[in-house]
């Protein structure tokens, strides 16, 4: 796979396969993602595998938090608002998602249920959690982006999906202490990780994007 298929390939995937992932690879991937470049090479990242029983134990403390809508904490905050356009595109993602696997718009419990599987980490047998210490500012987030981004464009040289979740922040305390992380690192992003399930209607959703125009400027 060259780096345009790559790229233009990748997709969020959520429903995985409960296969595990073969020793030594997840090392490979996180090796080669630390090429990452950072703000003067300060490379911010800090990363947790998290597989077996502890993924186990840590997404039943999780599911039960969001499935009795226990207020979020995240440490980076989730923003109240969006602008109009950007607002616009993220509901219709949702709306499309929810085609695809027929659930109507006014039924609150399977779109529930559809938002909790993020805490079952789609099935996933391997979840990563990517932390940053709490005096960093937004340039480390940026590092954070770019290092997810090689892990997820890594991943498919080896067979596997992932996917990217904010959710996955919602409760850093819980995360920290199943993970024994203290309190001076803030919780950037959860990754799943594992082999898609392709069968999986949800893994048929093609997310839109935006045509150039509508974000590029030439001079
Ligand atoms: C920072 C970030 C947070 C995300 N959070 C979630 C999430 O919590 N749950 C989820 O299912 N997908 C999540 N996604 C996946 C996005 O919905 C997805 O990237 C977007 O719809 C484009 O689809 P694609 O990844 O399939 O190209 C997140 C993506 C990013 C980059």
């Given at each position: 796979?060259?780096i345009?298929?790559?790229?233009?390939?990748?997709?969020?995937?959520?429903?995985?396969?409960?296969?595990?992932?073969?020793?030594?690879?997840?090392?490979?991937i996180?090796?080669?993602?630390?090429?990452?470049?950072?703000?003067?090479?300060?490379?911010?990242?800090?990363?947790?595998?998290?597989?077996?029983k502890?993924?186990?134990?840590?997404?039943?403390?999780?599911?039960?938090?969001?499935?009795?809508?226990?207020?979020?904490?995240?440490?980076?905050?989730?923003?109240?608002?969006?602008?109009?356009?950007?607002?616009?595109?993220?509901?219709?993602?949702?709306?499309?998602?929810?085609?695809?696997?027929?659930?109507?718009?006014?039924?609150?419990?399977?779109?529930?249920?559809?938002?909790?599987?993020?805490?079952?980490?789609?099935?996933?047998?391997?979840?990563?959690?990517?932390?940053?210490?709490?005096?960093?500012?937004e340039?480390?987030?940026?590092?954070?982006?770019?290092?997810?981004q090689?892990?997820?464009?890594?991943?498919?040289?080896y067979?596997l999906?992932?996917?990217?979740?904010?959710?996955?922040?919602?409760?850093?305390?819980?995360?920290?202490?199943?993970?024994?992380?203290?309190?001076?690192?803030?919780?950037?992003?959860?990754?799943?990780i594992?082999?898609?399930?392709?069968?999986?209607?949800?893994?048929?959703?093609?997310?839109?994007?935006?045509?150039?125009?509508?974000?590029?400027?030439?001079?």
């Open positions: 796979m060259n345009i298929e790559a790229i233009e390939n990748r997709r969020s995937i959520r429903t995985f396969k409960p296969d595990p992932i073969p020793d030594g690879i997840l090392e490979k996180i090796k080669t993602a630390g090429r990452s470049p950072s703000y003067t090479n300060t490379q911010p990242w800090e990363i947790a595998v998290v597989r077996g502890t993924r186990d134990d840590l997404s039943r403390n999780l599911y039960n938090a969001a499935s009795s809508d226990t207020p979020i904490t995240p440490d980076i905050p989730k923003p109240s608002t969006w602008p109009e356009e950007l607002d616009r595109r993220s509901k219709e993602h949702g709306e499309r998602r929810f085609k695809v696997l027929g659930i109507e718009r006014d039924d609150a419990v399977k779109r529930k249920d559809l938002r909790l599987q993020n805490f079952k980490f789609y099935g996933a047998p391997a979840v990563l959690f990517i932390f940053i210490d709490k005096g960093l500012s340039w480390s987030v940026m590092d954070i982006g770019m290092f997810a090689s892990i997820m464009i890594t991943a498919l040289e067979g999906g992932t996917c990217p979740q904010a959710v996955l922040t919602n409760y850093p305390r819980i995360v920290k202490r199943h993970l024994n992380i203290p309190e001076s690192k803030r919780l950037a992003l959860g990754i799943s594992g082999y898609p399930d392709n069968e999986a209607l949800i893994n048929s959703y093609r997310s839109a994007r935006v045509e150039i125009e509508k974000f590029t400027s030439w001079y």
